[in-house]
Every structure is written in structure tokens, then in C-alpha cells.
């Protein structure tokens, strides 16, 4: 079984009463009250509609105020990490919670789908879905599932003009969908493992978590994952419709961005979310100053895996960077093999050293590495380029584009922490295909069409 509650707006003056019947598509409740019913996960009718009013096409920074100036402190490890950890502690321990994932959303919402939070019975939560304008209603609806013990989707439509005086009052104009399921049950608790595996290997795959079903097979939170060296872990029994699975997910591989998506399968339908699973960001250091550990421990806040590599002895740099994720000593002659990067990687040479710098660009350079930082003033990086030159080396446009001289944005920093902030923003910039400008001055959607799970 698997409720549906529907947080909706007005669609009409006169209060309309919501449908009670069995549907695939949203519900609605026109009076703008929060409505609860109960429908069997596998006897919901046919397509998924789309959700009912115009979507946004450039968010309204003023509209979404209310959601955006909530404030929340900082973690000292990853949110990501410690809503999967103190989940899965819950399930081991045997008690009770509730993770709330976001599997859809549609126009200006604070969180993209994907996005975790874990719900304790006495009301703790860990993570956020939104800027604390939904954590006290979902908590309401987590006591529901934690006394059913049966998953539950939760909808919130804010796209109604009118929302602001008869609905929940958030002003955001977007649609959010959110699955409610007990830390507890065997498909939540196999997921989990997925999800702290993910952060752990360098392993990737694919995600697919059923968000509702007709098929008898296939109840409101079984998965399906998908990892690129073809293993296959499932708990849906049907090894044809394992195989439809697998067909979706091919069919958006290119796809990083979770979506949402409805297929039909031997006359029944089922509604998925789709989660592109990678290893954390790895955050490559040359250097051991003052200056790399305010860098290592926002890194970290970030759920990146940070590595840092000195002429000192190992023993000596876990001392001064005890939050690195891993510490190593460089090895003479530098060579590209022996620092485990690849396409993916972020490069930061922080040496203070001239001669170092130049044999780390020597092999940096020519390598697939993403984005290579490079401390120092403009001058200096160009006598490096220009010392590579005259020793033949042939330094490419494309390879001038990954290098980023001198390093980080310019927000008028002074503080190793400021400097450190400058970094790696321009570090989130790249790897989000941004500009690193204002949003105000941004003239789409904050969030790019393609990061919806619509």
C-alpha cells in the first residue's frame, strides 16, 4: 500500500472536494487543504498527467524568498553521507524513521530530486528538502508511514497564483514530489547500501527506484541498479520487466541528472525516478601550507574526497591535514601514473614552489584532468608557460582552458578562509558548467531545465 497525499492550491473560488478514486496522475484538492487517502501501490490508473499550471520560465528570485533566506548550519561531514549513515544506523538498530527523498520536481524549487532527508519519530531530522517550508508538514505524514509501515508520496504544487492566501503559503511557484518510505523495509534498507557503496568505490551506475506501480511486481520503492560493469541488483522479481528497466536507463545514459519517468509494461505503469550514482569528487593538493587546510575542510563539507601530496613524510601531513581523505608523499620524478587521476579529477598546485610547479604542469598539462589550479599571480603562471615553451613542450588551447591562472573567483578575498572560499567556488563553477556570476543577473532558470525531474 502506498498513500498519496496531495498539498495543493486553488484552482477555483468555490472549494472543490478531492477525488477519492484510485489515479495514476496527481491528486487535487481545490480548497487548498492538505487531503490524505490511501491507494494500493499496484491499482493506479493508466499515464501520469502533467501537473497542472504553467511552468516558470525564469525563476522569480522575490517569489522564492520565503524558501531562500533560511539559514542552516554547516555539517561537518557531507549532508549526503550523514543522512545515508544515521539511516542506516536506524534500520540496524531497529528504530524507527522515515527517509524522504525528492523523486520530481517541476518550475522554482529550493532542492532537485534526488535530494535526501531522514525523519526520526521523535521529530529529529537529518538533512533538508526544502528551506523549512515543508520539514513540520512532512513530518506529520512521516507518523502516518511509520505506523503503516507502508511507503507514501507527498505532493506540494505552489503554481497557483492564489497559493500564497489559500495554500501553504510558500510563494515559490513550483511542484515538488517527495517519496516517504520506512528506513525499516528491505528495499529502503537495500538502497541505502547502494547509496553509501556509491560513496565509498569508484564504481557508477544507475538508480531506478519505483515511485508508483500497477504491476503486482513491482511495489512503490523497489529499485532496480544498474552499475556500469553490467551487475545487476534488483529486488523486482520479473525478469522482463528487470530488462524494461534496464531499456530506460539506457535510453538516457548520457543523462547525470536524476529524471522522472513513466513507462508501460505488459498493459501495466509504473512511475520511476532515475539517479546517476558516481564517486564523490576527487580533490587533488600539491603542497602542505597554512593556506590548503581551510580548502581541505570546506572540501569535505562538500562530500569531496580530498587528497593531499607533499614532499613531507605521510606521517607529518596527516597531522596537518587530519580531514584529508587520504595523504601522500611526492615522489621524484613526477610522473602521471603514480597520482591516480583521471578525467574527472581537480587539480590544485599549491607548492609555493617555482621548479616543483613547473614539473607538475609538465604532467599535468598533457593529462585529462578536468580543471588544474594554479596558485599565484597571472605572471607567474605565464613565466611557467612560457619555461615549458622553450623546452619544446607544445601547450594546446584546449589544454590553456583546463588551466586556471591565478586561481579562484574574484570575491575580493584576503583571508586564508576567503581565499579558500574563492577556490572552491570556482571549482563548483567549472564542474557545473556555470559563470559564477550573480543570480540576480542570470537570465533563465537557476536550476538548468535538464537537472528537473519532470
Excluded at 477519492?20 to 499515464?47: I, K, N, P, W, Y
Aim: aromatic share 4%; with cysteine.
Amino acid at each position: 500500500m502506498c498513500s498519496h497525499i496531495s498539498c495543493c492550491s486553488p484552482r477555483q473560488a468555490r472549494p472543490q472536494p478531492c477525488s477519492s478514486t484510485t489515479s495514476f496522475s496527481d491528486s487535487r484538492c481545490d480548497s487548498g487543504q492538505l487531503t490524505h487517502h490511501t491507494t494500493s501501490s499496484h491499482s493506479a490508473s493508466a499515464e501520469s498527467s502533467s501537473p497542472s499550471g504553467t511552468e516558470q520560465e525564469i525563476d522569480d528570485r522575490e517569489e522564492a524568498a520565503s524558501c531562500h533566506r533560511a539559514s542552516h548550519p554547516p555539517h561537518v561531514m557531507s549532508e549526503r553521507k550523514e543522512v545515508i549513515e544515521r539511516s542506516m544506523y536506524l534500520a540496524s538498530t531497529g528504530s524507527p524513521g522515515v527517509l524522504a527523498t525528492i523523486v520530481r520536481t517541476s518550475g522554482s524549487t529550493y532542492r532537485r530530486a534526488g535530494t535526501r532527508m531522514l525523519i526520526e519519530a521523535e521529530g529529529k531530522l537529518t538533512g533538508f528538502i526544502s528551506a523549512g517550508c515543508l520539514e513540520s508538514d512532512l513530518s506529520e505524514h512521516a507518523k502516518r508511514v511509520l505506523v503503516t509501515s507502508q511507503a507514501a508520496r507527498v505532493s506540494y504544487d505552489t503554481t497557483a497564483e492564489d497559493d500564497i492566501i489559500w495554500g501553504l503559503g510558500l510563494g515559490c511557484n513550483g511542484l515538488v514530489e517527495i517519496l516517504l518510505e520506512p528506513v525499516s523495509s528491505p528495499s529502503a534498507r537495500a538502497k541505502l547500501e547502494i547509496l553509501s557503496r556509491a560513496l565509498q568505490t569508484t564504481s557508477k551506475g544507475y538508480l531506478v527506484t519505483v515511485v508508483e506501480s500497477t504491476h503486482p511486481a513491482a511495489g512503490t520503492g523497489s529499485y532496480l541498479f544498474a552499475e556500469n560493469e553490467g551487475n545487476i541488483l534488483s529486488d523486482l522479481k520479473d525478469p522482463q520487466l528487470r530488462l524494461q528497466l534496464e531499456r530506460e536507463i539506457h535510453r538516457q545514459s548520457e543523462n547525470i541528472h536524476p529524471w522522472y519517468t513513466t513507462v508501460g509494461f505488459e498493459g501495466y505503469h509504473l512511475a520511476l525516478m532515475v539517479e546517476f550514482l558516481s564517486p564523490p569528487m576527487a580533490l587533488t593538493i600539491f603542497g602542505s601550507g597554512p593556506d590548503i587546510a581551510p580548502i581541505v575542510e570546506l572540501a569535505q563539507s562538500l562530500g569531496w574526497n580530498t587528497t593531499v601530496i607533499d614532499k613531507h613524510p605521510e606521517a607529518e601531513l596527516r597531522k596537518r591535514f587530519p580531514k584529508a581523505h587520504s595523504v601522500r608523499t611526492l615522489s621524484v620524478p613526477v610522473s602521471i601514473e603514480s597520482f591516480a587521476i583521471d578525467e574527472q579529477s581537480v587539480v590544485l598546485i599549491m607548492t609555493h614552489n617555482y621548479l616543483v610547479d613547473i614539473e607538475l604542469l609538465r604532467v599535468l598539462l598533457p593529462s585529462s584532468v578536468r580543471y588544474i589550479g594554479l596558485l599565484g599571480p597571472k605572471r607567474r603562471g605565464e613565466q611557467i608557460l612560457d619555461t615549458l615553451r622553450t623546452e619544446g613542450m607544445e601547450i594546446t588551447g584546449e589544454q590553456l582552458l583546463r588551466l586556471h591562472s591565478p586561481i579562484g573567483l574574484d570575491i575580493g578575498s584576503e583571508t586564508s578562509a576567503e581565499i579558500a572560499l574563492s577556490i572552491v567556488s570556482e571549482i563548483q563553477t567549472v564542474r557545473s558548467h556555470r559563470s559564477g556570476g550573480f543570480l540576480r543577473d542570470r537570465n533563465s532558470t537557476i536550476h538548468d531545465k535538464s537537472q528537473e525531474a519532470s
